[in-house]
C-alpha cells in the first residue's frame, strides 16, 4: 500500500471519530463469511458502522484525534475491527446477542462516553451504560415525581378540609 493510501486512511479513521462519539474495538477473525455477512448486518440494522483495520493506521488516526487514547493502544495487537455508534450501548448488546451463537466478536477495548474500557470482562458494564436519551428520561421522571406528590397531597388536603368545613356548617344547625 502506498503513503497516499495509508493516509488517506488515517484521514477517514480520523473523520469517524469525530463523527461518532462512540467505538468499539473488536476481535472477529476466525468468523466465516456467512457469520461476518450475518454480523454485518445486525450492524447495519442496528446503525453501527462496522470497520476492519490495520492497527497502525488505526493507531495513527487516534494519535491525530483530539482525544486521549493511549490507553487502547496495548490493544491493538491481531485482527482489530472497530464498530463506530453514537449510542453508547448498541455495539455491546449487538456483541452480547450475536455471541450467543459464535465464539466472536471479542470485546478488546471501547470508548464510550468519554471513558475508555478495557477487556472483555467489560462488556456487561457495556450492556448496562444508559444512552443520553435514557438519562433524560430518567431525570424528567424523578423531576416529575416530587411535583406529583405535591399535587396529591393538596388535594387530598383539600378534601380533609372540605369535608372539615362540612361537617362544621351541619353542626351549627
Do not use: W
Request: hydrophobic share 40%; charged share 30%; glycine share 6%.
Amino acid at each position: 500500500m502506498r503513503r497516499e493510501e495509508k493516509n488517506a486512511i488515517i484521514d477517514s479513521l480520523a473523520e469517524k471519530l469525530k463523527e461518532y462519539s462512540h467505538f468499539y474495538l473488536t476481535d472477529t477473525a476466525q468468523l466465516n463469511a456467512a457469520d461476518t455477512s450475518s454480523l454485518r448486518r445486525k450492524c447495519f440494522e442496528n446503525d453501527i458502522k462496522l470497520i476492519v483495520v490495520k492497527n497502525t493506521l488505526l493507531k495513527r488516526a487516534l494519535e491525530m484525534s483530539e482525544g486521549n487514547f493511549e490507553e487502547l493502544y496495548p490493544v491493538l495487537k491481531g485482527t482489530t475491527s472497530i464498530m463506530f455508534t453514537n449510542s453508547g450501548n448498541s455495539p455491546a448488546k449487538l456483541i452480547k446477542e450475536f455471541r450467543k451463537l459464535h465464539d466472536k466478536p471479542v470485546l478488546k477495548g471501547a470508548y464510550v462516553q468519554e471513558s475508555i474500557f478495557i477487556g472483555d470482562q467489560m462488556l456487561d458494564a457495556l450492556v448496562s451504560v444508559k444512552t443520553r436519551e435514557e438519562l433524560i428520561g430518567d431525570l424528567i421522571f424523578m423531576l416529575q415525581s416530587p411535583a406529583r406528590n405535591v399535587i396529591s397531597a393538596l388535594q387530598s388536603g383539600g378534601n380533609k378540609l372540605h369535608g372539615v368545613l362540612e361537617t362544621l356548617s351541619k353542626k351549627e344547625n
